[in-house]
């Protein structure tokens, strides 16, 4: 197995990442997940990891933490296809979580309640359910009435 690295974002990583998000449905076009967002987020305070192997330094996981400025939010956390099964998650959230403690802030998650893996993973890490809460979203923002 090829060395695995987890590295913060670089100009020019978008392109990868995106495949990463499209071949694990983390991101389709209405999320608006595009390199403009990533770089506003890492702006204001938030980070994107990538994690890479070998010596090409091959992008094959992503961890996203944006900041609200109360706290921090992981979103499009995956391994690609091929590469899962092999524990790297769990090397990707160490890592992400070495960031949380060096913000000092909350970190909140959404996951799929049929993404047992990825839950499992979660509490292992100390992530609690916060209970039956439904999520709602405005994506369309000009659709809104005033």
Not at 20 to 39: F, K, M, Y
Not at 60 to 87: A, N
Request: aromatic fraction near 8%; include cysteine.
């Amino acid at each position: 197995m090829d060395a695995i690295t987890v590295r913060h974002y670089q100009k020019g990583d978008f392109p990868s990442i995106m495949e990463i998000w499209s071949a694990t449905e983390l991101s389709r076009p209405e999320r608006g997940d595009d390199e403009a967002a990533v770089e506003r987020s890492i702006e204001i305070g938030g980070v994107m990891l990538v994690m890479c192997e070998g010596p090409t330094e091959e992008i094959i996981g992503t961890s996203w933490l944006t900041y609200d400025g109360r706290r921090l939010h992981l979103h499009h956390f995956g391994i690609t296809p091929r590469r899962q099964g092999r524990g790297l998650s769990h090397l990707l959230l160490e890592e992400t979580l070495k960031i949380v403690r060096q913000k000092k802030c909350q970190v909140k998650l959404e996951v799929h309640r049929s993404n047992e893996k990825a839950i499992r993973l979660y509490m292992q890490a100390g992530f609690e359910y916060l209970g039956d809460y439904d999520i709602y979203i405005i994506r369309e923002v000009q659709s809104i009435e005033t």
